[in-house]
């Protein structure tokens, strides 16, 4: 622990534990240039928050919409990753074996979970009751389940959704375990679609649970959240196509979202190491891992321990964490204990030596191991000034994006929202500003001239299209056009932000462009 006292190895020298807490808080410090800090975290949060009330209005009822993952946590920009959605169907409720459905109102269909022959954290839907409506993509998954009973099973009710006929532009790809992946341009979807599951039990025994985290107003939120189904078994369980995994996704965005600035740094930090050391091919470890070994630490740990000056010791903690669920492939759920997140992971026996031995050498190496991330190694190379100056138009342009996002939500209009409008010239300025410096520090003539002539070829594309009488609103091409203007952007400010603005040569770069 950072506070058990000083080791000094040698008389004279520097203690090792100052030594760990001093790089713990630069290196906080630095991601918070990085855009991890409080501020633009909960920006995003909130951003994502605001079009999950406008696309869920839009529904009118029929749908509830959530973003979940990476994107509802804010530790993801615009175009960084894909965006994690459930879609959860408003006429159909879920009830856990012993809750009274008396109360439910007759338009809702009634499903009863059934978890007896059922791995933890998994069960089967009965149908109990037909309400006054049912969608033909539940009715369509209904089979018997060799008593005369109504089953729902899983793999159908993904299936109908897979074939649902989607706008133009949107392209579906084959199913991913409970998700429906989709494209749009350059932005990439995974759908879930899910069920309310009301199940007080389960949420009672984590909210009894002793612990240090998160703090009793935070429990009674995540309890009145409640809990989902999302249509997927266990792999190779005999009962596979008919099991439902019960999930708690509004829960742990607000568990995720009260974690401290030091926690949720070593999320950040412990994702990066499965990234890109680890690099998992077959998902043997995930993003949702990480994040179960993070909510455990948080838990069973005072909370006065986790600051910007003990965030090394913490990674060590959280890296060892990991290295026991891969020895022992055992990681309890945080929600559901008795469901062990390792039980059906694809991890051989070369592959698990493989990253014991790695996380070995990483904790071996102190403060050093974040050398082995490249995100943080090259902000760490980088000139502070410029990697500052770069980071924050990075930023600035994200946040527009994000504002634009959710005017377009609330059916804004390009041609006469003058927010929108504002929105357009500030991102136009950015960029102008951003390759002004670029040049004015002496970027290489190659990277400029490929920035300039994407650009241009996507302004032309989108010339031609308004020549053609077409509408940036409704037209798919305008729009991935627009999408892929601001994804350059944001990729020629982070590429500059990690180089530092360090000055390659002293050419006129301008008359070559122009060239």
């Known amino acids: 622990m950072a506070d058990q006292g000083i080791r000094r190895d040698e008389p004279g020298e520097v203690p090792r534990q100052f030594q760990n807490e001093q790089a713990s808080a630069e290196t906080s410090t630095l991601m918070n240039v990085l855009g991890y800090g409080p501020h633009i975290r909960q920006a995003r949060i909130e951003a994502y928050k605001a079009s999950d009330r406008h696309e869920t209005a839009k529904a009118l009822g029929i749908v509830t919409y959530i973003t979940t993952g990476s994107k509802a946590e804010g530790l ?122 009301y199940c007080p039990s389960i949420l009672t025994r984590w909210a009894a649970r002793h612990r240090y985290w998160p703090s009793a107003d935070v429990v009674r939120e995540v309890v009145s959240l409640g809990a989902f189904v999302s249509p997927v078994g266990v792999k190779g369980s005999d009962y596979e196509h008919v099991e439902w995994r019960m999930c708690f996704n509004t829960g742990e965005n607000v568990l995720i979202n009260n974690l401290n600035d030091t926690q949720v740094k070593l999320y950040v930090l412990l994702k990066m190491v499965k990234k890109d050391v680890l690099q998992p091919q077959k998902k043997e470890v995930t993003s949702f891992t990480v994040k179960n070994i993070v909510l455990w630490i948080a838990e069973n740990n005072p909370h006065s321990l986790f600051h910007e000056r003990s965030m090394f010791h913490w990674l060590h903690e959280g890296l060892y964490a990991l290295r026991v669920a891969l020895d022992t492939k055992e990681l309890p759920y945080y929600m559901i204990p008795g469901r062990n997140l390792m039980a059906a992971c694809a991890l051989d026996h070369e592959q698990k030596r493989s990253w014991i031995a790695t996380i070995d050498e990483m904790i071996a190496e102190g403060p050093r191991m974040i050398l082995r991330l490249p995100k943080i190694r090259q902000a760490i190379i980088a000139h502070p000034e410029p990697l500052r100056w770069y980071s924050g138009r990075r930023i600035e342009m994200e946040m527009l994006e994000l504002i634009y996002m959710n005017r377009r ?107």
Not at 84 to 104: H, R
Not at 148 to 174: A, M, T
Request: hydrophobic letters at 40%.
């Open 76 to 197: 993801t920009s615009y175009l960084e990753s894909d965006i994690d959605v459930l879609f959860v169907t408003e006429s159909v409720i879920c009830l856990e074996d012993g809750v009274d459905s008396s109360c439910v109102p007759v338009e809702t269909t009634i499903f009863r979970s059934c978890s007896r022959i059922s791995y933890s954290g998994h069960c089967r839907l009965l149908l109990e009751r037909y309400g006054t409506h049912i969608s033909y993509l539940v009715y369509n998954a209904l089979c018997d389940d060799g008593f005369g009973r109504g089953l729902l099973r899983s793999d159908l009710y993904v299936n109908q959704w897979l074939n649902v006929k989607h706008p133009e532009g949107i392209v579906q790809h084959e199913r991913a375990g409970p998700s429906t992946p989709e494209t749009f341009g350059v932005l990439e979807s995974d759908t879930v679609h899910a069920l309310h599951f």
């Open 409 to 515: 939500a609330l059916g804004m209009d390009e041609e006469t929202d003058v927010i929108m409008q504002a929105i357009n010239s500030r991102q136009v300025e950015i960029l102008r500003e951003v390759g002004m410096r670029m040049i004015m520090e002496g970027t290489r003539v190659n990277d400029i001239r490929n920035v300039w002539n994407k650009m241009e070829l996507l302004w032309l594309i989108c010339m031609n299209r308004m020549a053609l009488g077409m509408d940036r609103e409704t037209d798919v091409i305008m729009q991935a056009v627009r999408r892929r203007q601001s994804e350059i952007g944001m990729d020629v400010i982070m590429n500059m932000m990690m180089e530092g603005g360090r000055v390659n040569n002293h050419r006129n770069v301008w008359t070559s462009m122009m060239m």
